[in-house]
């Protein structure tokens, strides 16, 4: 084992000395101009040189292996490059310097990368936010970003982060799960599917809750897909995530403050903007503030077919946070009366979860139906109930329907969206 450990030291320096190399040859603007092959080849030559005059003996697939690794760092994020690469890793999770956590499949585990020094650590973290115009130093030491496919960036810096700089990942997908990804994983019905892709050509209102990583932007992705082509829809997200493949999408972001602590533009802004910009469909990546008022007015009035997301782990759970949320816009409403806007602008709650084997799972729909005395009226239509716990952890359960037809069978009806009676009877349990 000691061999190898001596094995990696050298391999660093030798990969130190490329790079040092590679800048004394090429100055930094000119690799930004070369492009990649360029660069590859000049990388090539050096290692070459480097390989036969400093006597480091390398072989053919150890060449590569560091040009490769040099490469990265030049031009993306060094270490962490191959677990970018890697299609089943959701998150990246970075301690520190040293210590490098993935969740692959629903589940946490360690990886052997590591950076070289918490400078190199910090220079990769500042590559991310520059990219997008953000930055991260002792002034502003957390930041929100992007990476350019799309995934989730969160860094924090000392002296927030006792034990060095931390940085976090939430993978998004290069190819987002389809309809038919989320049928193979068995997260829901064909059924439950149908009635779901039924609301949103129907133009209802639906609600998407879950906790955190349970998969609600994926679901959001997907039913946003239902939605036709020839409808103008405007996304607004805090980091833009929906992959949205229709022609006529608008996407909105928000942004954070400048180094002043000036300038930020929240989610309730660009709420009250998009609805000057004549949309056919508005969607708000996650609701968590006091936006929540302007987009439950605004499916009462005329924009119906919208979609979001929010962060509760029932569907009863995700109405009590809608309802604080419309409070932190400060306009003293009675109670009754945002119970009332929820009621009436709200058609459909979808809670999705992540179970503790990792797989995720539509749990519940439930359908709104209006007030009862001072409470919001809900229906279960279909839910998922686990019966126990297989081989390797594995949750073992069943989709259901409660044998409710929804009230808005009619309206789905009127839009031409019929659904087989029989969906909906309840099923016998084993």
């Given at each position: ?10 391999f ?21 101009q070369?492009g ?10 050096i ?5 036969t ?36 890793i ?37 590559r ?24 989730r960036?969160?860094a ?21 799960l ?9 997260s ?6 149908a ?12 609600l ?12 959001l ?23 949205l493949?229709?022609?006529?999408v608008?996407r ?5 403050p ?6 930020a ?18 969607i ?86 209006g007030?009862e005395?001072?409470?919001?009226s ?53």
């Open positions: 084992m000691a061999d190898i450990q001596i094995g990696q030291t050298d660093g320096k030798v990969k130190g000395a490329i790079h040092r190399r590679l800048l004394q040859k090429l100055d930094l603007g000119r690799i930004n070369l990649r092959e360029a660069v590859r080849a000049e990388v090539g030559q290692v070459e040189s480097l390989a005059t400093e006597s480091t003996p390398m072989t053919l697939q150890e060449r590569e292996q560091v040009a490769q690794e040099v490469l990265d760092e030049v031009f993306g994020l060094g270490p962490l490059e191959p677990l970018l690469k890697d299609p089943a959701s998150d990246i999770l970075v301690n520190s310097y040293k210590d490098v956590y993935v969740e692959r499949r629903g589940l946490l585990e360690r990886t052997t990368v590591q950076f070289r020094d918490e400078a190199h650590l910090m220079a990769i973290i500042d991310i936010v520059s990219a997008v115009g953000r930055r991260v130093d002792e002034s502003s030491p957390m930041v929100d970003a992007r990476l350019a496919d799309g995934s960036v969160n924090i810096i000392p002296p927030l982060a006792i034990d060095g700089a931390c940085l976090s990942i939430r993978r998004f997908g290069r190819d987002p389809t309809v038919d990804d989320l049928l193979r994983n068995q829901l019905t064909s059924g439950m599917l009635l779901l892709r039924g609301c949103v050509y129907a133009r209802l209102n639906v998407i809750s879950g906790g955190t990583g349970a998969g609600k932007t994926t679901l992705n997907v039913l946003s897909s239902f939605i036709s082509n020839r409808e103008r829809i405007i996304t607004i997200e805090d980091a833009a995530e929906l992959q493949h229709q022609d006529h608008v909105l972001e928000t942004r954070p400048n180094i002043e602590g000036k300038g533009v929240l989610q309730r802004q660009l709420m009250i903007n998009c609805l000057r910009m004549r949309p056919d469909r508005i708000v990546g996650e609701v968590r503030g006091d936006e929540a008022l302007d987009m439950l007015q605004a499916m009462n009035t005329g924009h119906d077919g919208s979609l979001t997301t929010i962060h509760a782990n029932s569907a009863r759970d995700a109405l009590g946070r809608l309802e604080t949320m419309v409070a932190m816009a400060n306009l003293h409403l009675p109670e009754s009366a945002t119970r009332r806007q929820i009621a009436s602008a709200i058609h459909l709650v979808v809670q999705i979860s992540r179970l503790s084997d990792g797989t995720r799972k539509v749990t519940s729909i439930s359908e709104i139906t007030m005395g001072d409470i919001i809900m229906q279960e239509i279909f839910a998922y109930r686990r019966t126990g716990l297989g081989e390797n952890g594995a949750v073992l359960g069943d989709f259901t329907a409660t044998g409710i037809r929804p009230r808005v069978s009619d309206r789905l009806a009127a839009s031409g969206v019929n659904l087989p009676a029989a969906m909906f009877e309840a099923t016998p349990h084993h």
